[in-house]
């Protein structure tokens, strides 16, 4: 089992940057790959970026390519999002989850935190 809680999020103006965070507890997170995903107000999750088990592989939903960034500290069992050049349409809830199919598939997502709101003001 792997348990995943997320932190990091706030209120940001537009053009501004946030970095979010996902600690992870449990046997062998190392081996899993991660994926960022992300929920907006009235619209359906949707897949924001995704990173191999030793964070050399990234993968990102063409919305955020170039202004997000993920990335992974197996030692400190952390994962994290940095998001800059924030634009309106990025407020949603932001969730970190663990599984074992590197992709933007949320069905390959084992585990799921429980997420942390970004809200991006005009």
């Known amino acids: 089992q792997v348990y995943l809680v997320e932190s990091g999020g706030g209120l940001v103006q537009a053009g501004g940057s946030l970095r979010l965070s996902c600690a992870a507890s449990?046997?062998?997170?190392?081996?899993?790959?991660m994926g960022w995903f992300r929920q907006a107000p009235g619209k359906e999750r949707e897949f924001v970026a995704a990173?191999?088990?030793?964070?050399?592989?990234?993968y990102y939903a063409d919305s955020v390519k170039g202004r997000f960034t993920t990335s992974r500290d197996n030692a400190k069992n952390m994962v994290y999002l940095q998001m800059n050049s924030l634009k309106p349409e990025d407020t949603a809830v932001y969730y970190c989850?663990?599984?074992?199919?590197?992709?933007?598939?949320?069905?390959?997502?084992?585990?799921w935190g429980t997420g942390t709101l970004v809200t991006v003001s005009s």
């Open positions: 449990g046997r062998t997170f190392s081996r899993y790959v």
């Open positions: 989850a663990a599984g074992r199919v590197f992709g933007e598939a949320s069905a390959g997502m084992d585990y």
């Open positions: 990173l191999d088990w030793n964070g050399f592989s990234t």
